[in-house]
Nanobody
Framework: QVQLKESGGGLVQAGDSLRLSCVGS????????MAWFRQAPGKEREFVAA????????YYADSVKDRFAISKDNAKNTVYLQMNSLKPEDTAVYYC????????????????????WGQGTQVTVSS
């Protein structure tokens, strides 16, 4: 089982950029599909972005498409979430998730598709 740890969160202003990192340990990273989810105060956790094993396929929520980019560096056991043009509504705790099963067009956005989760990193965007 891989263990995940996120970093890179912080307080930024609207329009700024931020890059989140999620480092995995304990298993071969290329064996895992990876995703980012987020949870804003008082709201359900929601899907943000996902990548298959070697990033042949990537998926994005409509709310972040064209602003966020997920990338996976298997050599460094790290998945990144580059976030550009941040908005106050992007404020949330961001979670990294992983699973050895291949995510599909029907499963990538479901929390239950991912068996391993990190503890999250806070991103706050001020207006």
């Amino acid at each position: 089982q891989v263990q995940l740890k996120e970093s890179g969160g912080g307080l930024v202003q609207a329009g700024d950029s931020l890059r989140l990192s999620c480092v995995g340990s304990g298993r071969t990273f290329s064996d895992y599909c990876m995703a980012w989810f987020r949870q804003a105060p008082g709201k359900e956790r929601e899907f943000v972005a996902a990548s298959t094993y070697i990033s042949i396929r990537t998926y994005y929520a409509d709310s972040v498409k064209d602003r966020f980019a997920i990338s996976k560096d298997n050599a460094k056991n790290t998945v990144y979430l580059q976030m550009n043009s941040l908005k106050p509504e992007d404020t949330a705790v961001y979670y990294c998730a992983a699973d050895r099963h291949l995510i599909t067009d029907n499963s990538y956005a479901r929390e239950r598709s991912y068996g391993t989760w990190g503890q999250g990193t806070q991103v706050t965007v001020s207006s």
